[in-house]
């Protein structure tokens, strides 16, 4: 049966599989820094009321793993631009900027990086916080 499909197919089909495997694999890196995920109340609650060191250093942390969050789906968002690139199909010029377009997802990932560099800025923000606590 796959002899039989188009060279194409085949070449799409398999373009479509190496970006499943991109995301799979960054969802696995995102999950290894969940731990030191907030919740949006917990991070209101330090953000307004953080003294401590060990305070500053779980805003720290979370803005580090929501960083590396931003990060894996820039990889994300690049991947499967390359593979509408080479794969472009109908949608970007009857619907520019859909969610079928390499253009699409390269804005995507662009923003997702210039997120994930603020939040680092955050996290470096609170370490530094953290480092002058009681001084």
Known sequence: MINSL??????????????????????????????????????????TNAKTAADHMKLARHFAAKAAQHEAEAKEHEALAAEYRRNPGGAGSKHPMSGQTAEHCQFYANHCRNAAKELRAMAAMHEEMAKNVGK
């Open 6 to 47: 188009s060279k194409t197919t085949r070449l799409a089909v398999s373009s479509i599989l190496a970006a499943l495997v991109l995301i799979l694999s960054a969802g696995w890196l995102v999950a290894a820094d969940s731990k030191d995920l907030l919740s949006n109340s917990e991070v209101k609650q330090l953000v």
